[in-house]
T-cell receptor, first 115, second 115 residues
Framework: DADVTQTPRNRITKTGKRIMLECSQT?????MYWYRQDPGLGLRLIYY???????NKGEISDGYSVSRQAQAKFSLSLESAIPNQTALYFC??????????????FGPGTRLTVL | AQKITQTQPGMFVQEKEAVTLDCTYD???????LFWYKQPSSGEMIFLIY??????QNATEGRYSLNFQKARKSANLVISASQLGDSAMYFC????????????FGQGTELSVKP
């Protein structure tokens, strides 16, 4: 079984609709992240969470919200989807290493299309 | 601010030959980590290799090695004995030690391996 799962894997929705992307992990990591990938732009950080009570905005948080329901679950919501939110969305987890930085483990991605 | 630059949008290599993918970075942090990820056409992000800023030796993982030149702020990925399955997008990323594991990504290089 995959350590980081994302649902749905593909979603097509219409402008103005509310949509939630879900992420679950079995790695027991405290840190979780949501990234967005657009063609030619690499991945950009939307939100991140260091534990259930610690949620922070990333580089491109406008138009998005998140919920950390448990250590294992981190959801991303688009309150009112717009076409330029069409992208590939990744969830990731990590654990800090002493005196070092984290290695992140990515989910399989959710391909979202907003019409 | 941190920045990752990958100047090669696309690269071709003959099967069984070695190839170098370029990555330069900019940061004012003294402690940081550099990463390479592979993204095949299926979309998932696969962690390949990591180099810490204080590591004196270049990192190696099987056919992957990271040519780390700190003074030049470069972290090039070298793939030896290329295989057809190496055809994919490759992303360079970095994270400062005090940034909670947040990754900054480059724009990626698309590698095509020719038989």
């Amino acid at each position: 079984d995959a350590d980081v799962t994302q649902t749905p894997r593909n979603r097509i929705t219409k402008t103005g609709k509310r949509i939630m992307l879900e992420c679950s992990q079995t790695k027991g990591h405290d840190r979780m992240y949501w990234y967005r990938q657009d063609p030619g732009l690499g991945l950009r950080l939307i939100y991140y969470s260091f534990d259930v009570k610690d949620i922070n905005k990333g580089e491109i948080s406008d138009g998005y919200s998140v919920s950390r329901q448990a250590q294992a679950k981190f959801s991303l919501s688009l309150e009112s989807a717009i076409p330029n939110q069409t992208a590939l969305y990744f969830c990731a987890t990590s654990v800090p290493l002493a005196g070092d930085t984290d290695t992140q483990y990515f989910g399989p991605g959710t391909r979202l299309t907003v019409l | 601010a941190q920045k990752i630059t990958q100047t090669q949008p696309g690269m071709f290599v003959q099967e069984k030959e070695a190839v170098t993918l370029d990555c330069t970075y900019d940061t004012s942090d003294q402690s940081y980590g550099l990463f390479w990820y592979k993204q095949p056409s299926s979309g998932e992000m696969i962690f390949l290799i990591y180099q810490g800023s204080y590591d004196e030796q270049n990192a190696t993982e099987g056919r992957y090695s990271l040519n780390f030149q700190k003074a030049r702020k470069s972290a090039n990925l070298v793939i030896s004995a290329s295989q057809l399955g190496d055809s994919a997008m490759y992303f360079c990323a970095m994270s400062a030690y005090n940034q909670g594991g947040k990754l900054i990504f480059g724009q990626g290089t698309e590698l095509s391996v020719k038989p």
